[in-house]
């Protein structure tokens, strides 16, 4: 069966990180930790969240 990419139960802000660290079976911890990093340093963090955030959908 094929795996799916939801916004996770987790939520803090809008379940991104939270979906994307089931979906990859890694800490969402560790992916908002790439998120910031990614802001800090390359500016485009903030916008793949953003843009994530409207294109994942919810869970059924």
């Known amino acids: 069966m094929a795996r799916k990419l939801y916004k996770g139960s987790e939520r803090k802000l809008f379940g991104v ?23 800090l340093l390359f500016g485009s963090g903030l916008l793949l969240y953003l843009i994530l955030a409207i294109l994942m959908p919810e869970k059924p």
């Open 17 to 39: 990180c939270s979906g994307l660290g089931e979906y990859f079976n890694v800490d969402p911890t560790l992916v908002r930790a790439g998120f910031v990093i990614a802001f």
